[in-house]
């Protein structure tokens, strides 16, 4: 008889209530600090939103040390590999469903609710709730009044787009080099990845700040602001914990963690990374170029 492959099961943890409640704080607060920031109150929301950031940061800390000591200890079978791979790709098609309902939600609103707004149904009711609406996309003009511009997509959208790809490809070279064992490319390509998710970062945020500040492109902007900034907002958290997740494989590298037969780590956080750069591309079509 063939023997079963022994399967670890660790004790109880505390990491998923504490990151439960971090993404509470995040929620919560973030929510106030975008109501206090429109009404121009004291904004108490801020201190919740970044207690919840650093309980976040905290509990993925903690959370890997434990998962990396373990993995190191020798703990974890070939069945447990599985499961792990099995985990990952169940959380990445979470992801993709959820991005998947805020695509839905633009695609509705530039399909139908701005066509039915427009009259185009042959329907009146459009004079009763918007007389003067233009049925175009993006809606510059809010029904206060209010006018703002839309985002090109050349410069700052472009050249994020270069990263990221850059960025996957780069990622795929220092997966390459691990299982061949050439440690000093898997490190020059992998840290190469690194600097391109920040500089994505960095300016997404010059981005948003000439938004606000030049453009008029804000949260208040209507449909299309809330539009845009939740999608391009949410990606912009998915590169951040992605940049995350590479620094702590990046780390683990360094100290000579993974070899080409065993680094499952290092796979789920290359499929993380690409699968962020696949949603960034959608973004990039439908909310900036169509």
């Not at 804000?218 to 299309?224: A, D, I, M, N, W």
């Not at 998915?238 to 620094?247: A, D, E, K, Q």
Request: proline share 3%.
């Amino acid at each position: 008889m063939n023997a079963y492959a022994k399967y670890y099961v660790p004790e109880q943890s505390p990491w998923p209530i504490i990151g439960a409640v971090g993404l509470f704080g995040i929620a919560f607060g973030a929510g106030h600090f975008v109501i206090e920031l429109e009404k121009g109150q004291a904004t108490h929301g801020l201190y919740l939103l970044l207690a919840g950031i650093a309980t976040i940061l905290f509990m993925i800390v903690g959370w890997f040390r434990h998962v990396i000591i373990e993995s190191m200890s020798g703990l974890y079978s070939k069945q447990m590999d599985i499961s792990f791979r099995q985990g990952m790709s169940w959380f990445i098609f979470s992801e993709v469903m959820f991005f998947a309902a805020f695509f839905g939600a633009l695609f509705f609103v530039r399909v139908f609710s701005v066509p039915w707004l427009g009259g185009h149904d042959g329907g009146v009711t459009h004079q009763i709730l918007w007389p003067h609406f233009k049925a175009q996309w993006p809606l510059i003009i809010t029904p206060k009044g209010d006018k703002t511009q839309a985002m090109p997509w050349l410069g700052v959208p472009l050249i994020n787009t270069v990263i990221l790809l850059t960025s996957s490809v780069t990622l795929h070279f220092a997966h390459v080099s691990l299982e061949k064992n050439k440690r000093k490319t898997l490190t020059v390509c992998l840290g190469l990845t690194i600097l391109l998710g920040l500089s994505f970062l960095f300016f997404q945020a010059t981005e948003y700040y000439h938004a606000y500040t030049e453009v008029g492109l804000t949260l208040k902007s209507g449909v299309y602001g809330n539009t845009f900034f939740m999608l391009t907002g949410f990606h912009g958290l998915h590169v951040t914990l992605g940049s995350i997740f590479l620094i702590v494989l990046f780390c683990r590298v360094l100290k000579g963690h993974f070899t080409p037969d065993k680094h499952f780590a290092f796979q789920a956080g290359s499929w993380y990374w690409h699968f962020v750069d696949v949603v960034w591309l959608c973004l990039f079509v439908f909310v900036y170029v169509l």
